[in-house]
Structure formats: structure tokens, C-alpha cells
């Protein structure tokens, strides 16, 4: 069984979120279960730098949404593509969606990319055929609908939301310009409050439909989640699948992790002192024995980063020092590079994206904090527990169905592997903070929630198995 993967990122290739992990793990998990799954993607500037010499040319188009294209077929990193190479659309400098603010034509970029997964699904290429089409958040969405309105072959197709915020919408005026005949600018389509919604359209034409984690897929069923398509979910329901992200545990191990000064194990924890002291001389914090807590993360509302941003003052007074990582919100950088400066040695920040950084701190710090007002599924909660550094999160979504609260009851079973906190509130936060701090006073209660949480199965082996199911179903009901 073939299956496509369309999608805007890919690790290690391209990657500003969550996505690029899942599509680039993806492949490697399915061929597992005999599933050959390629990826297609859009020929940005470091794909194009990334593809080996051996890309070969599958189909070309004189004009394709405003110029020269071609799709071609290539190996990179490991992992079997299909690249729209559009250099009208895609040869940029900068991020996959605009530097900033978003590039004006992005709803011609990635309805080029839609355009070229429902080709590759009707005519094939390279000797790959596809039984199966899995498109990756909105701006793979049109594949779908160009596959439901422009293609004879019959393929079913999954609509994976990542982030239900992140919907692809459009004014009216672009219909005429994306080649889809007038029944499709309807409810039923890609009509949508008016305009044309790119997630909406593959929401509503996907054979299924899959998030990222039961209690996300269950909370985008609610207008407090659905971001205005909790009806069409609700329709949908009966095709609504929440299955939730595994991680590379080959990148993320922290035995064998060569961004690390000291790789460890759960029998050698006291070996991630090493690294909690290159914690600490990169990010300007005091060498004392206090508990670091790290945040990893895009600095934005949907992270909770301006309520973390509200206690810091209170965390530190709480006796912990703080390592953060991340970029975004301007305002909430300023924040907490003026909460550094307030807090010299006992808040450090660095502002910006780094892999090797990430590794460290996971590494070296005691607890990470992830207080999300909403959460699909997440990772760095994920990359804490087989690292050891103990999550303290949010409860919604993912992170409330990968988490096991240390609770009385969860930490005398000892099955506890980190701290939920309900509702997003500063002192909610607050309180859960204490209590971790309070356990990281007994050493051996917390290397018992580190050991629990290094113990969890993270990777991708459940989650590949559930979706080659979902797969088989698909196409044994065509
Ligand atoms: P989202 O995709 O919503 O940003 P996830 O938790 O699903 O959130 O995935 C975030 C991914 O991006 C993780 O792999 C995390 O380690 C990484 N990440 C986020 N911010 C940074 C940063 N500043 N530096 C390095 N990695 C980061």
C-alpha cells in the first residue's frame, strides 16, 4: 500500500513547528507495516539545497499558478520525496510562510502544492503509485479538494490537524484563480464564511479526519476550541480520529545524544549534572542546587507564554532558576529579556531557534514548563519525559493525555511522570510548580517520576500502528 504525504515541512529538511517532527518521522515508523509513504513538499530554497544529484524529473508544466514548474522525485536525509519545484512560488530567502508577516501569495503556493498532490494521486510518478493520500494541516488541505473535484481516480484521503488555528483563509476573490469548477465554492467545498478555506475544504472532503490527541480531537468538537469549525467536526465526528504523536527516540536518546556534554541513561542520572552545569554557563544562571526549570518554546498566547511571562517573578521568588529558549511574540521577548535583566543569575533567556540548545536543556534542566492554552499534542512534553526533565504542563490536549499527574494516588502506584495544572491560571501554575519543587526535595521520589517518565513508550511504534490501521480501513472500504 502507497501512501502520499503531502505536506509544507519536513525534518530535518524544513521545520518551524511540531509538523515538520511528524512528517518526518512518519515514513520511517510505516515502513514498518510494509507502507511505503512519500512525501511530498514544496521546493523552498533549502529543499532545493538539500536534494541530493539523483532528483528525477516527474511530470513538468510550462504554467503552473504563474510560472515553470516541475515535480520531481528525490532522496534527501534519509526520506523519499516528491518536490514542487516552483521557483516563482518557493525560491525565497527566509521562513516557509513569509518573514514576519505572511508572503501575499500563500494561497497560491500552497494551492500550487495541493495542485501537485492530487496530480501525483491521479497519475503516479517515479513508479509510485498512490493508494492512500494523507494531507498535513492547511496547506496541504487542497490537495483534497482537487482530488474530489478534478481527479477520475478514486483515493482515499486523510485530513491531519496539527493546529486548528492555523486554517488557510482566503478572500472570495481567489476562487476563479484556483482552476476548481463553480460547485465547488459551496458549504459542501471549500466555501467558507464567505471566502475560501483551505483546511475547511479538506476537513470536509478527507474519507477521515485525524488530530494529533484524543482530548484535542474531543475539544475541537467545542466552540471554545473549534476556532469556528466545531460544527463541521461535529458533523464529521463519526471520521474524527485522535491519535497522538510519537518523537524520533533516535534523535531524542539521551544515551547516545551527541549534542550533549554528558549522554545518560535512567540508571546514571546523576550524570546529567554535567550538563545542568553548561546549562548554566550558557545561560548566566547562578551554580547553586536549585531546581531549573526550562521553557522550550514559540513565544506566543496559544503557549501561555504571557501568563509565564506574569509569574516568572513569582517562580523565582519560589527559589528556582529559569533557562528559557524561544522566539516569537516581540513583546514577550522583551518581557523576559527585562526579566533576565531583573533576575541576573536566576533567569537566563535566550531568545532565538537552536536544535543543539533544546537538546541541552532537556538534558540539564530539572522540569519544563509548557502551560498552553491549547495544546494539539506537543513534543517538548514528550522529549521531557524521555530525557528526564520533568513536565509541568497545561491540562488540555496532548499534554493532558501524555502526562501522568503525580497525584497522592499516581505517586504511591509510582506511576506518576509529571505535574498537570487546571485552569490556566497563575496561581493553578503556581501550585503545580510547588508541588514538583516539593518532590525535588526528596531525591528519590523525583528519580522515581524521571525514571517513570524515560520509561514511557514515546515512539512512533503505537502511533505508526494506529494509523496504518486507520489506512487499511480506508482502503479496504474504497
Ligand atoms: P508547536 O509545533 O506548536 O510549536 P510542539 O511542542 O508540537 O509545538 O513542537 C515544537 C517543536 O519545536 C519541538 O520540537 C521543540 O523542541 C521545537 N522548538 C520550539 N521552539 C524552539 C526553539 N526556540 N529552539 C529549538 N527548538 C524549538
Keep these: 500500500m502507497n501512501i502520499l504525504s503531502v505536506a509544507s515541512e519536513i525534518y530535518p529538511i524544513v521545520k518551524t513547528g511540531g509538523l515538520a517532527d511528524v512528517t518526518g518521522a512518519l515514513p520511517g515508523a510505516l515502513a514498518a507495516h510494509g507502507m511505503p509513504m512519500r512525501t511530498l513538499v514544496p521546493g523552498y530554497r533549502t529543499v532545493m539545497a538539500a536534494l541530493g544529484g539523483g532528483r528525477r524529473v516527474v511530470r513538468s ?109 482566503f478572500p472570495a476573490s481567489i476562487f476563479p484563480l484556483l482552476g476548481l469548477p463553480d460547485a465547488a465554492m459551496s458549504v459542501d467545498g471549500v466555501e467558507y464564511y464567505g471566502g475560501v478555506g483551505f483546511l475547511k475544504a479538506g476537513l470536509q472532503g478527507a474519507s477521515a479526519i485525524t488530530t494529533v490527541s484524543p482530548t484535542y480531537a474531543q475539544e475541537i468538537r467545542t466552540p471554545q476550541f473549534g476556532m469556528g469549525l466545531d460544527g463541521l467536526l461535529n458533523a464529521r465526528a463519526a471520521d474524527l480520529h485522535g491519535i497522538v504523536n510519537g518523537i524520533d527516540v533516535d534523535v531524542w536518546d539521551p544515551q547516545t545524544d551527541t549534542l550533549l556534554p554528558a549522554p545518560y541513561g535512567p540508571r546514571t542520572l546523576q550524570k546529567r ?17 536549585a531546581p531549573i526549570l526550562t521553557v522550550i518554546s514559540r513565544l506566543t498566547w496559544q503557549k501561555g507564554m504571557d501568563l509565564f511571562a506574569e509569574v516568572l517573578d513569582r517562580i523565582v521568588a519560589e527559589g528556582a532558576r529559569v533557562a528559557v529558549l524561544g522566539s516569537g511574540d516581540h513583546a514577550l521577548e522583551g518581557a523576559l529579556l527585562s526579566a533576565a535583566a531583573r533576575h541576573r543569575g536566576r533567569v537566563g533567556v535566550v531568545i532565538g531557534y537552536s536544535e543543539p540548545l533544546s537538546h541541552l ?34 491540562r488540555t490536549g496532548g499534554l493532558a493525555d501524555t502526562i501522568v499527574d503525580a497525584n497522592e494516588a499516581a505517586l504511591s502506584a509510582g506511576v506518576a511522570t509529571g505535574f498537570q495544572f487546571a485552569p490556566l491560571t497563575a496561581d493553578a501554575f503556581l501550585q503545580a510548580i510547588r508541588r514538583a519543587m516539593r518532590c525535588h526535595r526528596e531525591p528519590s521520589v523525583w528519580a522515581t517520576i524521571q525514571r517513570q517518565g524515560m520509561k514511557a513508550d514515546v515512539s512512533w511504534n503505537r502511533s505508526a500502528t494506529r494509523y496504518a490501521r486507520l489506512y487499511d480501513t480506508l482502503a479496504s472500504d474504497v
Design 61 to 169: 508544466y510550462p504554467e503552473f499558478y504563474g510560472g515553470p514548474a516541475a515535480i520531481l522525485a528525490a532522496e534527501a536525509a534519509g526520506l523519499d520525496l516528491f518536490v514542487l519545484d516552483a521557483p516563482h512560488l518557493f525560491d525565497r530567502p527566509g521562513a516557509p510562510y513569509g518573514d514576519g508577516t505572511d508572503f501575499d501569495d500563500n494561497w497560491r503556493r500552497f494551492a500550487a502544492l495541493g495542485k501537485a498532490g492530487a496530480e501525483i494521486a491521479e497519475h503516479g510518478g517515479d513508479g509510485f503509485l498512490p493508494d492512500l493520500v494523507h494531507a498535513h494541516d492547511w496547506q496541504a488541505a487542497m490537495t483534497i479538494a482537487y482530488m474530489r473535484y478534478a481527479n477520475a481516480r478514486s483515493v482515499p484521503t486523510v485530513m491531519t490537524v496539527h493546529n486548528l488555528a492555523f486554517q488557510g483563509q
Design 273 to 289: 549534572q554535567r550538563n545542568r552545569q553548561t546549562v548554566e554557563e550558557r545561560f548566566g544562571l547562578d551554580q547553586d542546587g
Design 361 to 394: 536543556l532537556q538534558a540539564g534542566c530539572d522540569a519544563i514548563l509548557v502551560p498552553s492554552r491549547f495544546e494539539p499534542c506537543g513534543l517538548t512534553q514528550l522529549y521531557g519525559l524521555r530525557y528526564g526533565c520533568v513536565p509541568i504542563v497545561a
